[in-house]
């Protein structure tokens, strides 16, 4: 989250962002504090991109 919020413009946010959504899935703890805030952001920024349309949950 501290990574995308301060480079919003690296094209890399967005898929950190869903990388971090998406380990919560594959991980022990599912939709964890972490998970949700970064869904929010990618979402709230990053909407139209693809990485904000290939998570339309938290896990």
């Known amino acids: 989250m501290a990574w995308a919020q301060t480079h919003p413009d690296d094209p ?3 898929i ?3 990388r971090a959504v ?5 991980g022990c703890g599912q ?3 972490e998970a949700r805030e970064a869904f929010r952001y ?3 920024h990053y909407g139209k991109t693809s990485w904000a349309k290939r998570t339309p949950y938290v896990y």
Do not use: E
Not at 22 to 26: G, N, Q
């Open 12 to 14: 890399r946010s967005p």
């Open 31 to 33: 939709a964890t504090r």
């Open 42 to 44: 990618l979402h709230k």
């Open 22 to 26: 998406r380990a919560s899935k594959r």
């Open 16 to 18: 950190a962002l869903f």
